[in-house]
């Protein structure tokens, strides 16, 4: 399977890579188009800001790219954000505009910001994504920002407010945690995508 890790030159680029080695892949990190456009399957990492993530899209020409994408893609943070329409991100950030939705500062509600930890995500019923993770099952968070509960969100997250942890979008999935960073239940939603 030809896998690629889309470089937005993020700090995580090279643990998703890390992961995905450990679930006998081998995955090609890359910002050229001709080789994007050849994957079966594909990541989008991020960390850190909206506003230096778009940049780094536009300067490498990706963004009409990763637009138009007909294969699946995992939008991992960040990267699952940049999917919306904008971010409130420094008085509001345009993103992809794939999904109809803006990406908002998370509420206070008595806990710190930004949601740091592990925390548990709602499981669907039937969803392949969530094959053999279990309801009890902890992820990762790093984030400021959410997609707060919609018409794209497969499973949910409570923080004070509930906010959307894992979303589909056509061929557009995302995860607002970091799945290289959550052992076990981490490799395993990282292994459905893979395999659906």
């Not at 989008?44 to 637009?67: C, R, Y």
């Not at 995992?74 to 109809?100: A, R, V, Y």
Request: a positive charge; hydrophobic letters at 40%; aromatic letters at 12%.
């Amino acid at each position: 399977m030809n896998i690629v890790i889309i470089n937005t030159n993020c700090s995580n680029l090279f643990s998703v890579k890390t992961m995905l080695h450990r679930l006998g892949y081998n995955p090609t990190i890359s910002d050229k188009a001709d080789i994007i456009s050849q994957a079966d399957k594909l990541f989008l990492p991020g960390v850190g800001s909206a506003l230096s993530a778009m940049k780094q899209l536009k300067k490498k020409n990706l963004v009409e790219l990763i637009q138009n994408c007909t294969k699946p893609i995992l939008g991992i943070c960040l990267g699952m954000q940049l999917f919306g329409t904008m971010s409130e991100e420094n008085n509001g950030i345009k993103t992809l505009e794939i999904i109809n939705i803006p990406v908002k500062h998370i509420k206070y509600y008595g806990f710190p910001i930004p949601h740091m930890g592990w925390n548990t995500i709602t499981i669907p019923k039937k969803h392949c994504l969530f094959y053999g993770i279990k309801k009890n099952n902890y992820f990762y968070f790093a984030h400021s920002y959410v997609i707060e509960i919609c018409h794209v969100t497969i499973s949910q997250t409570n923080y004070g407010q509930s906010f959307s942890s894992v979303i589909e979008y056509k061929n557009f999935f995302g995860v607002q945690f970091h799945p290289e960073k959550s052992g076990f239940p981490g490799q395993q939603l990282v292994k459905n995508f893979l395999e659906m």
